[in-house]
């Protein structure tokens, strides 16, 4: 199995997003997406991704604050949540624009499920259905 495309995130849609959601961004932010997502703000996330005017890369990062919003409330909550239902169409929709964070977030070439994040297995499953 070839490795997954891996999300390559532009500072301009970090930035415009930082100041959108009024979110702390500094250059040497490596993971960006992942700190500042907040599963108390994923409504608000959502919203703007369904309503706002968004570059592509814009959406990509929100989308992948939204998986890391999901990942965290998985702790408690399994993949299944009304969050993860609220972005598996998103998803969906856009596997030209989420392919990547799918392959990603599913970890197709993990077989230990100990190594799997709290989303693999759902996003494993969008893997698959967009494989067909």
Sequence with gaps: MSEPKIFHPTSEARVALAKRFRLPYADNMQDWEYEVASPDRFDEFLRVYRAADLSDDELVSLMEMMIQCVEEMSLDE??????????VPLLHARPDLHGPSVEYWARPAEKDPDNLWHVSPGMRKILDSTAK
């Excluded at 399994?78 to 972005?87: M, Q």
Aim: glycine share 10%; hydrophobic share 60%; charged share 20%.
């Design 78 to 87: 399994a993949v299944g949540s009304a969050a993860w239902e609220e972005i």
